[in-house]
């Protein structure tokens, strides 16, 4: 019988693409619809960061941590601030710690509704949850705003607590926002997660066992979703999230459908916590002071955050001097594509566009 | 036919278009361009039908030709590694010539010696007609087409079929 | 909910001699110093050991002290909450070379891809080595101490590690 | 022509039926200036009239400006209102904007079938309404074959992607041409099985008799053929791209599909005539499930083809609906979908329909029989479609929706294990 023999065919799945959530690209070789083989390309947002921050001292490398991920600049300026108060000894008082935990939760619902908003289109439902996302999202940026007087690039946190105190509106403001966003993620857990054809899509798509997810190192929604119950907020607390009540969602096959659900899941647990620390709010100082050219002990630290794409870890390495001798960054998004190749090989273009959706990169940290 | 100047018009103006794409078929240099070509011919030949006020005919025309067969004709060429090269002069060139002036005289002969049989009225074929006729009177070559076309479809799944559903099957 | 358990670089080195004699170079209060040769052995045996358990790579980062290049690994165990800081030194600067640690952690391969493209460490017995950050043909290892320092910033660690004089740039050739 | 008394009077100014304007043009002319001239005039009367008076400005309002702003407010914003008044004039500065625009032909592109599909793709598109009645005597060709008329016109689009998508040499294009051609193929076949059955009932492929069958018996065929409308509905929307089978142009996974490659007017006549082959289709729709012009007696007083207009455009708001709320469909999952799914189900209509046909005409029923034809139908519609959906597996409820909730993180606990406050 003669067979039928069909050459596979590269397609680049490219740095300009509607779906790769920034400038990252996929060498897909493609057998019909078929994926044979997926290769990575990167780095067409690499900025050394790493080098430059060993050039300014501790308090002007800041705004870099916010370039980073621009979509959690919050997250990434307090997973620095704790590495260099690790570093240096230095204590943050109970109002900076609270108003820490408060901003962290607001950047991961702002974050979340970013991703799901982008997953579901890129499965195809015609902007409409991106809109209904972003239409929430907006909300949290003019709480932002308020306080640090920027949106997406906060450089709100300095070491020792916080750069500004919260205005006298911001309390009532930020409660009117989280009153709202139980009823918003039911709205959308009705039109997503029960919609079949959302299921039929996402159902089964990129299929991560537990075993090979901690092997991978993988973390955040990626490690929940498959069924590891491991959140750096409950095993590593910082910033006394010890205080605070809240769950941890666990899917359970690792495939896009139980990212999916676990990040929706975790906004509710977000406004849970936002709740509590704006109820427990703590007067007194929220910053101590701390010498501009910082010259923190010869040493290294490593510090860890759970930001909304895993855990987000700053090693300081310092020399006595005003500017860290090494700063490196552990970027959850790159971390999170070691497996991309195994997802997607043996899927269709349209199963790699979901499994890519559903890891939810940032170019910006996978190529600092 | 229908008579009057308009149908007149039409029917040259159909048979040019015709002539002209089968032409287009046999010259062009692309293989895509050739069934395009094939497709206009098909559109000319259903105007004919429509010329000869057999309308179920033209839209069947339309429909099976321009809709199935030559959208898989174009699958075919697609697929094929060396479409949309130019197929090049080959010396198969000549006794081609031969064989199609041949058939064009035997054609020509044929049309010439039939005498037509005038029919008295323009007897118009509704669609309800050709049913009744085709499952009628015609009943057996119209079973038979039809199980010649299943097994032509068998045929086809069973030649597509990928390598390893083939091992699988030996191993059972 | 106690907050995860920094092993100190004693008890992650008793461990690790334990296991697999002769693989401990040295250690201090921070981190256990591993010898490069048993480094996949020891590691391994780490992360199926079961008091230590250190299934979880969290971090691989290089660092470059002038004198000597540091692959630091920072790995965890979820199930019992502890982590500990791993160490490898290399001290030839023309051509590093490190045992790559794939083979016990999948995780680690983009890492040490990164390494191997901003410091030139080699990691032999990686799956596929290659610079996934930058460009093939680009000149020099960028995150190197000596490499060029951007013009206008304070000149990287010329303070207590400072060993070299002044540098001279790279050969900024860039090959098309 | 058939002459309906309904009609109250005969003359030119009674505009609840324009046939008898464009007669008394046509005899008009006939005196003035001789039959040819007559002879070449009603076609052209009948594209103006069916054309420009009824399609161009639904198709230009509802599809391009109505769209976007329900869909707009589907997604919680406005929609466009800057250009004019509410934005109405927007259709017109997107027209006026994309011909000025530059209309690339990449290098490598086969330039002579880039340039000729986007024609080969409008002129379908206006032939479609060659066939849909607007009124008792208001329709441009009233051919005994009709439907499938309606399906060779339907076809052509599909040949006009694939050229576009095979000319414009580009991978993501590639990729929609051939997925184009797969699913228009697989889905004729589900649509030409639905609309057999509806053929089945009325005995007459014409379109105007089916509208005149359905008035007579006062009942619209999608009481009676309920499955034959939901296969109608699907396939249509299948053979259109429109959301959620709108995988030729899925944006999300192979940038604009066969319209990669395509700017200036060479794009907008494509995305102009998608508007108008869907609107096309609900007007079919319209005409052969939902009554056409006639609504129940009410077309003596409204005029008949603006029932029809509000037909079609409610039609075509499911469309719209459809196409703002439903993720998009994977290409095999599509093919199943239409071979395994919506095949056996026309089938098996058309076998129930022939059976209802023949009992109904042997025993010599009364016409009063349809009302009871519609009530078997309809409930043995809601039966096989969820019976057959469960038989090929399909089960909604298995799917947790809710991720467990654990209270300690304990590393990888197997599910079964209630570990903290799982639910």
Not at chain 4, 111 to 138: D, H, K, Q
Not at chain 4, 375 to 392: M, S
């Amino acid at each position: 019988m003669t067979e039928i023999r069909s050459e596979p065919f590269v397609v680049n799945i490219g740095p300009q693409h509607p779906s790769t959530h920034g400038v990252f690209r996929i060498k897909a070789t493609v057998d019909g619809e078929r994926v044979i083989d997926a290769e990575m390309v990167m780095g067409y947002l690499h900025r050394s960061i790493e080098k430059l921050a060993e050039e300014r001292t501790y308090t002007q490398n800041i705004p870099f941590t916010d370039r980073t991920d621009y979509l959690s600049s919050m997250s990434n300026n307090l997973g620095y601030c704790l590495a260099v108060e690790k570093l240096a000894g230095i204590e943050v008082p109970p109002r900076g710690n609270a108003i820490r935990v408060i901003m962290a939760e607001l950047q991961r619902l702002a974050s979340h509704c970013m991703a799901i908003g982008a997953f579901a289109n890129d499965t195809g439902a015609w902007q409409t949850p991106v809109m209904w996302t972003f239409r929430e999202r907006e909300r949290i940026l003019d709480l932002f705003e308020m306080t640090s007087g920027a949106r997406l690039t906060c450089n709100y946190m300095r070491i020792g607590g916080v750069a500004f105190d919260l205005p006298k509106d911001f309390v009532p403001a930020c409660r009117k926002v989280i009153e709202r966003f139980p009823a918003f993620i039911d709205e959308l857990h009705g039109l997503l997660s029960e919609n079949e054809i959302f299921i039929a899509r996402t159902k089964g798509i990129g299929v991560i066992t537990a075993e090979q997810a901690i092997n991978a190192s993988l973390s955040g929604p990626m490690l929940r979703g498959s069924g590891v119950a491991w959140d750096i907020r409950k095993a590593d607390p910082y910033c006394g999230y010890e205080q605070y009540d809240f769950d941890i969602p666990v899917g359970e096959n690792g495939d896009s459908y139980d990212r999916f659900i676990v990040r929706l899941e975790e906004m509710r647990q977000s406004v849970r916590i936002i709740e509590q620390a704006l109820d427990g709010l703590p007067g007194g100082p929220f910053r101590t002071e701390v010498p501009l050219a910082l010259r923190p002990p010869k040493g290294e630290a490593y510090a860890r955050v759970e930001g909304p794409r895993g855990e987000l870890g700053y090693y300081v390495v310092s020399d006595g001097g005003p500017s860290p001798f090494r700063f490196h960054i552990r970027p959850p998004s790159f971390i999170n594509l070691s497996l991309l190749k195994e997802m997607t090989v043996g899927g269709t273009v349209a199963d790699a566009i979901v499994v890519l959706g559903s890891i939810d990169i940032v170019v910006g940290e996978i190529d600092r | 036919m229908i008579e009057g100047t308009g149908p007149a018009l039409a029917f040259w103006g159909l048979s040019a278009l015709t002539l002209v794409s089968a032409g287009g078929v046999i010259v062009s240099r692309n293989l895509f361009h050739a069934v395009l070509f094939l497709v206009l011919a098909f559109i000319g030949i259903a105007g004919f039908f429509l010329l000869l006020s057999a309308e179920f005919l033209a839209m069947a025309q339309i429909v099976i030709y321009v809709g199935a067969i030559a959208v898989l004709m174009l699958y075919a060429i697609v697929l094929t590694p060396r479409a949309g090269r130019d197929n090049r002069e080959t010396w198969m060139a000549v006794p081609a010539l031969f064989v199609a002036v041949g058939l064009a005289a035997v054609l020509l002969f044929a049309i010439h010696d039939t005498d037509w049989a005038k029919s008295a009225r323009a007897y118009v074929l509704s669609a309800g007609e050709l049913g009744r006729e085709l499952l009628g009177t015609w009943v057996l070559p119209f079973q038979l087409a039809s199980v010649l076309l299943t097994a032509a479809l068998v045929g086809a799944v069973m030649l597509v079929r990928s390598p390893e559903e083939e091992r699988k099957e030996e191993e059972e | 909910m106690a907050a995860t358990r920094w092993w100190s670089g004693h008890e992650l080195a008793k461990l690790a001699q334990e296991l697999v004699p002769g693989s401990v170079e040295r250690a201090d209060d921070v981190a256990a110093y591993f010898r490069a040769e048993t480094l996949v052995e020891t590691m391994r045996a780490l992360r199926d050991s079961d008091d230590g358990d250190f299934v979880y790579l969290i971090n691989l980062c290089a660092a470059d002290y002038w004198s000597r290049f540091e692959v630091v690994y920072h790995i965890a165990s979820l199930q019992k909450n502890h982590a500990a800081v791993a160490k490898v030194e290399v001290f030839d600067r023309e051509n590093p070379v490190v045992p790559s640690v794939v083979p016990v952690w999948y995780g680690a391969w983009m890492q040490e891809c990164e390494a191997y493209d901003l410091f030139g460490i080699r990691f032999e017995g990686h799956p596929k080595l290659y610079r996934i950050l930058l460009w093939e043909g680009f000149p020099g290892w960028p995150l190197r101490k000596d490499f060029l320092s951007l013009p206008g910033g304070i000149q990287p660690g010329l303070n207590e590690f400072s060993g070299t004089a002044r540098r001279e740039p790279p050969p900024v050739r860039y090959v098309e | 022509m058939i002459w309906l008394p309904f009609l109250v009077s005969e003359h030119w100014w009674d505009l609840r039926d324009l046939g008898n304007l464009s007669r008394e043009i046509l005899e008009l002319i006939e005196r003035g200036l001789g039959s040819e001239v007559a002879y070449i005039v009603s076609p052209l009367i009948g594209f103006v009239a069916s054309f420009l008076l009824f399609v161009l400005p639904t198709q230009l309002y509802l599809g391009v400006y109505g769209e976007r702003r329900l869909i707009g407010r589907m997604q919680s914003r406005l929609g466009p209102n800057r250009v004019g008044k509410f934005g109405l004039l927007q259709p017109i500065a997107d027209a006026i904007k994309l011909i000025q625009k530059e209309a690339i032909t990449p290098r490598g592109a086969d330039r002579w079938v880039m340039w000729t599909a986007p024609v080969v793709f409008v002129a379908p598109a206006v032939l479609v309404w060659a066939v849909i009645p607007f009124g008792p005597n208001m329709v441009i060709a009233d051919l005994p074959t009709g439907l499938v008329y309606y399906l060779a016109v339907a076809a052509l689009p599909v040949l006009a992607a694939f050229m576009a998508g095979w000319s414009s040499n580009n991978k993501y294009s590639l990729f929609g041409a051939m997925r184009v051609v797969a699913m228009a193929i697989s889905y004729e076949v589900a649509l030409v099985l639905a609309l057999l059955g509806v053929v089945l009932f009325t005995q007459t492929l014409s379109l105007q008799e089916i509208i005149l069958w359905q008035r007579d018996l006062d009942i619209w065929l999608v009481f009676l053929q309920p499955l034959a409308f939901i296969i109608y509905f699907i396939s249509a929307s299948a053979e259109l791209n429109r959301t959620p089978t709108d995988i030729a142009e899925a944006e999300s996974e192979i940038v604009a599909g066969y319209l990669t490659e395509y700017s200036g007017m060479k794009w907008g006549l494509f995305y102009g005539m998608d508007i108008g082959y869907a609107i096309a289709a609900a007007a079919f729709g319209s005409t052969v499930f939902l009554g056409g012009w006639s609504f129940f007696g009410l077309e003596e007083w409204v005029p008949p083809w603006l029932i029809l207009i509000v037909k079609t455009q409610l039609f075509y708001f499911v469309f719209i609906w459809t196409r703002g709320t439903l993720p998009r469909l994977r290409i095999d999952q599509l093919m199943g979908l239409a071979w395994k799914y919506l095949l056996p189900l026309a089938a098996v209509n058309l076998l129930v329909v022939a059976a209802e046909r023949l009992w109904w005409k042997e025993a010599e029923l009364g016409d009063g029989i349809v009302y009871l034809f519609a009530a078997i139908n309809i409930v043995l519609a809601v039966v096989l479609l969820v019976g057959w959906a469960r038989a090929l597996g399909y089960r909604p409820e298995r799917v947790r929706t809710r991720p467990r909730l654990v209270k300690e993180p304990l590393g990888y606990v197997p599910a079964d294990s209630s570990a903290g406050g799982g639910q």
